[in-house]
């Protein structure tokens, strides 16, 4: 069935290092991946999409990137700051319509 | 532009009651999903409707129902309240629901069943 492995589950790293998050999907037809960066009581805020007629997309400190043969894609994130210690879910699109399936989450914790 | 905008933000209901939940979309978006999020399950997909029809459904009971208006705003309602039910309900919208549109989500619903 459709499903979205994210990895890791949490992730710590030092202000400035630089963090990577991981998901593969399983339904071949998905073609939209969208990252959400959620904080403690707020909504899931969009950072990052990617559609699957591109392999990468880079957005400031911010980039994704995707293997549609291996379907996995991945979130890279730069120059860490403490501001980005958040949860971040990646998704994919299944069936036609807007129906997202979301990954397990990843909590990132950047110390300072 | 105004963003997703839902009703109540919070609320704490008996079990065996319901609720309705009610989302406005982005001005000019059509199409309207709902999710739940729990620790345990995380985000789930409820349904989306568009053009005031349901388009797509996930695997919840019967209980979880909606409806679309014809300006676009939804509800959703749950009926006979489980303590399971408890949870932050999300409303999302898009432009016209294709697949690729961007979606993006309300603030939230944070249900409490007591």
């Known amino acids: 069935g459709e499903n979205v492995e994210q990895h890791p589950s949490t992730l710590s790293v030092q202000e400035g290092d630089s963090a990577v998050i991981k998901c593969t999907y399983s339904?071949?037809?998905?073609?939209?991946f969208p990252w959400y960066k959620q904080e403690l009581g707020k909504r899931p805020q969009l950072i990052i999409d990617?559609?699957?007629?591109?392999g990468e997309k880079k957005d400031q400190r911010i980039a994704v990137t995707l293997n549609k043969t291996a379907k996995h894609f991945s979130l890279h994130i730069t120059e860490t700051q403490p501001e980005d210690s958040a949860v971040y879910f990646c998704?994919?699109?299944?069936?036609?319509?807007?129906?997202?399936?979301f990954g397990a989450g990843t909590i990132l914790r950047v110390k300072s | 532009k105004a963003g997703v905008t839902q009703t109540p933000r919070y609320l704490i209901k008996t079990r065996g009651q319901q609720v309705t939940l009610s989302c406005s979309p982005i001005?000019?978006?059509?199409?309207v999903s709902w999710y739940q999020q729990t620790p345990g399950q995380g985000l789930q997909f409820l349904f989306e409707y568009f053009s005031e029809t349901q388009r797509n459904k996930g695997n919840f009971p019967g209980r979880f129902s909606g409806r679309q208006f014809s300006n676009s705003r939804s509800e959703m309602n749950v009926s006979t309240l489980e303590l399971g039910d408890s949870a932050l309900y999300l409303c999302?919208?898009?432009?016209?629901?294709?697949?690729?549109?961007?979606?993006?989500f309300g603030e939230g619903s944070w249900l409490t069943v007591v």
């Open positions: 001005s000019g978006h059509r199409s």
């Open positions: 990617i559609r699957s007629n591109v």
């Open positions: 999302a919208s898009s432009f016209d629901g294709s697949a690729g549109n961007t979606i993006y």
């Open positions: 998704a994919a699109n299944v069936e036609y319509g807007n129906k997202l399936v």
């Open positions: 339904d071949s037809a998905s073609n939209y």
